[in-house]
């Protein structure tokens, strides 16, 4: 299943870089809450959407162009994002990706996470994880400490909090990134921390959660030893607390 959930991610991908290098303009129109949404996202979904059915019809599929039509009952389920980082697609730095990943019981035990612009696809699961690199080169992956360690941050969404969080370090470096690639730099070793003090929703975290607790980092509430939760039952919406991805 996890081959056809990667091989169904790049197809998804494929049809979103079809929109990324056409000459005409990218329509898109804001949402409830401010975030963009292009053809791109919709067309990236319903590939996905039909590819989960095909692939696992019993498995019932929250996806965020179809965030309403869930139910709190839910135990397993499928949770995509099509498009993550539409605002980096939008500026054409190439920051985006399509997440796919598998809830059981409020736990992410399957990620898959593809980058069409760099062509590179990060997947885990049974707390193993990997990347395939855009010459097809396949390697397994953990997390990597540094005594000057790098924090990957939001390119979209600083803030305040942020800058107070960043001014207790002593010793680190920075780097700006969209989309979850920035869990996958944590994942792989690139990067050490991704504190994030804004909204985020359920499907923005649950596959690079998934990719880097295979890789041995954790994905807490800030403030807390908790794991980010995704359980339906208990949530009052779908936005995540603030977290910190630790390698």
């Known amino acids: 299943m996890l081959t056809k959930i990667c091989k169904l991610a790049r197809i998804a ?5 079809k929109f990324y290098y056409t000459n005409k303009k990218i329509n898109f129109v804001y949402k409830i809450d401010q975030s963009p949404i292009t053809n791109a996202d919709k067309i990236s979904h319903q590939i996905i959407k039909s590819g989960l059915t095909d692939i ?3 498995i019932p599929i929250l996806s965020e162009e179809d965030s309403k039509t ?12 099509p498009l993550d980082g539409t605002k980096e ?4 730095n190439g920051e985006f990706t399509v ?3 598998l809830i059981e019981y409020g736990k992410p035990v399957l990620g898959v996470i593809y980058a069409p612009f760099f062509n590179i696809l990060y997947y885990a699961f049974n707390q193993q994880a990997w990347k395939i690199d855009e010459k ?9 400490h540094s005594k000057q360690p790098l924090f990957v941050i939001s390119r979209s969404h600083l803030n305040s909090k942020l800058n107070i969080f960043l001014e207790k370090i002593k ?14 730099y944590v994942a792989d070793g690139q990067a050490q921390f991704y504190p994030r003090f804004g909204n985020t929703y359920i499907w923005d975290t649950a ?13 807490k509430i800030y403030g807390t030893n908790i794991d980010l939760d995704y359980s339906l039952s208990t949530r009052k919406s779908l936005i995540n607390p603030y977290f910190l991805v630790s390698s």
């Open 99 to 101: 997440n796919i990943s």
């Open 56 to 58: 696992s019809p019993n």
């Open 70 to 81: 869930y139910c709190k009952s839910w135990n397993i389920y499928w949770l995509v994002d």
């Open 136 to 144: 097809g080169y396949k390697k397994e992956i953990s997390v990597v």
């Open 89 to 92: 697609f939008l500026k054409k």
């Open 171 to 184: 010793f680190y470096k920075l780097k700006e990134l969209g989309s979850s690639l920035k869990f996958c």
């Open 207 to 219: 596959a690079g959660h998934a990719i880097v607790n295979a890789a041995g980092g954790s994905v």
């Open 13 to 17: 991908g494929r049809s979103i870089m």
